[in-house]
DNA sequence: CACATACTATATGCGCGCTTACTAAGGCGC
DNA sequence: GCGCCTTAGTAAGCGCGCATATAGTATGTG
């Protein structure tokens, strides 16, 4: 029993601490853009959909970026709400809505995407020569 | 700009998604016991910290389980509602409450602890012989 | 055409993770 | 004793992450 300095030095428990550490440094990044997590790969996503094969659907993004289509609709409502992005009706499926960047939109993405990048290869430098090993661990585990 | 399958392959977009299928296991793991993730840190936690050195605040078992402190105020008080841990007024200092496990929350604690350990070693199975590469990692992030 | 089935999006509600602000009590210097 | 700073805990509130339920539309089958 005395092998644990918590419950847990289990993988599961140092990477849950991990996540909300990176989180941090995220909400960090992204605080001067005045954006969340979440908001800002929502973002990043549409970006990238809307530049391979049109506007997307409100699920389709969710499924791209990996997101609970639940929170994704809250989500979108706000930057629509900013102006970020637009949510046209699917005149094809009156159910969808089209989803596109407005110009601010893009030039707010542009912009919070260099911090985010910095951001992330200053939290995993500290892996040095161990990084494309650990990525691998994690793709697998995707 | 086509590198990009989604606008992240980064590190920690990958780290982010994992970390979230890994809480959807130790959710469907700790569903019987009626449990969430964090109530059931906490609980363990407090009972390693019991069995090394007595009673802790709630400001020792936040800290030594990473939680945030309001949100350990907020669910110690729900799981003193359910009996499974006392609050008791430490004599010593009024303003802090000394955390013990009920007989209840022990034996849950035990129950449980060997449902989340199987789901975690079930988890991390599909990495194989990089595990401990992939949690030296994660130990260097931390 | 009518009906059953499936799908898109939303409303509601709970629990976490964190921020800001507050109360109350301890410790310290004097 | 008296201020001052620190510390333990709580209150209120926002944004995720998800489960459940519902409205409305599309589609397939008769």
Redesign the interface.
């Known amino acids: ?1 005395t092998r ?1 300095s ?3 030095d ?14 941090r440094a ?1 909400r960090a990044a992204l605080a001067p853009h005045d954006l969340t ?1 979440v908001q800002f ?1 929502l973002l ?2 549409l ?2 959909l809307v ?1 391979h094969g049109g506007a997307p659907s409100q699920q389709r993004l969710a499924e ?3 997101t609970d289509p639940m929170m994704t609709s809250q989500v979108l409502r706000k930057l629509a709400d900013r102006a970020l992005v637009s949510r046209e009706v699917d005149p094809a499926d009156s159910r969808a809505r089209l989803l596109s960047l407005t110009p601010e939109g893009k030039a707010l993405v542009a912009k919070a ?1 260099k911090d985010v ?1 910095d951001a ?1 290869v200053a ?2 430098a ?2 040095g020569d ?2 494309q ?10």
């Open positions: 029993m644990f918590g419950p847990e289990s993988p599961g428990f140092l990477l849950w601490r991990v996540t909300l550490a990176w989180q995220m997590h790969v990043a996503s970006w990238w530049n791209h970026a990996g995407m990048e992330d939290y995993f500290g892996l161990e990084q090993a650990f990525v691998r661990g994690l793709t697998r585990l995707l």
